[in-house]
């Protein structure tokens, strides 16, 4: 992994941070390359549960670091976004729950890579910002098709569209942030978030999130996928189990 992104595994959660604060954790491609390793490695892992996603420091990230991507050639263009795409697919199609934890910023690509996690904790003053048409570029990471899934076309495009940057509290209104949190705060919500979402059967857990992000074009598709996954769940040994705890508590 890049000496740029970190990774810890305790109690089962794995923790990847990205370390450049010097640069306000902003993206090279050493770190995106990093991340996407990481990611990956513990969306496969079988002992990990959870994974959390954090930046060392005062901030999240400020996204891609621009002084270092004046002009990319066709090649290393290519690189970036193959890079870039490999984490938000490692995040949205993780079988098990992927938690943004946000001090500070989260600009531009950072923006992106939080909004595919399935929760995103927000420091009190924390800033999410899509600045791509300040600099004359298109949203990438997946924020066009992710921050239309959390907010709706109208307020994606309102965001999107403003080159906009939001408060942790203007976040939490409008749906794109989910947990609000003190400052120094958010990584110690958001591992209670994941043990949580981790104690959940996994099976059921995991073809729930694989529902949710389906993009099924018509309600009949939908309900398909849905008696799909719930026969599997139904049959399997961890539904059994959980219902009898249930019906101990009752």
Known sequence: MS???LIEVED????VTI????????????IRVGLADALEALASARDVRAIVITGHGKHFSVGG?????????????????DAAHRCIRAVRYADKPVIAA???????????????????????DAKIAFPFLKIGLV????????LRA???EGAAKKLLLSAAAISAEQAIDIGVADELAESGATLSKARQLAQTWASFPGMAWQRTKAMINAEAATLDEALVLE??????CFHSKAFKTALQKFLIKE
């Not at 370390?19 to 050493?30: T, V």
């Not at 996690?117 to 420091?123: E, H, M, S, Y």
């Open 65 to 81: 670091d621009i002084a270092a991507f004046v002009e990319p050639a066709g090649e290393e263009l290519d690189a970036i976004l």
């Open 12 to 15: 089962h959660i794995g923790i």
């Open 102 to 124: 946000v001090e500070g910023a989260a600009a531009g690509g950072a923006a992106g890579l939080i909004l595919a996690c399935d929760a995103i904790v927000v420091a009190r």
């Open 150 to 152: 959390k907010v709706g």
């Open 3 to 5: 000496g740029k992104v």
């Open 139 to 146: 949203p990438d990471w997946g924020c066009v098709p992710l």
């Open 227 to 232: 008696s799909e996954h719930q026969a599997a």
């Open 19 to 30: 370390f450049r604060p010097e640069k306000h954790n902003a993206f090279d491609q050493s």
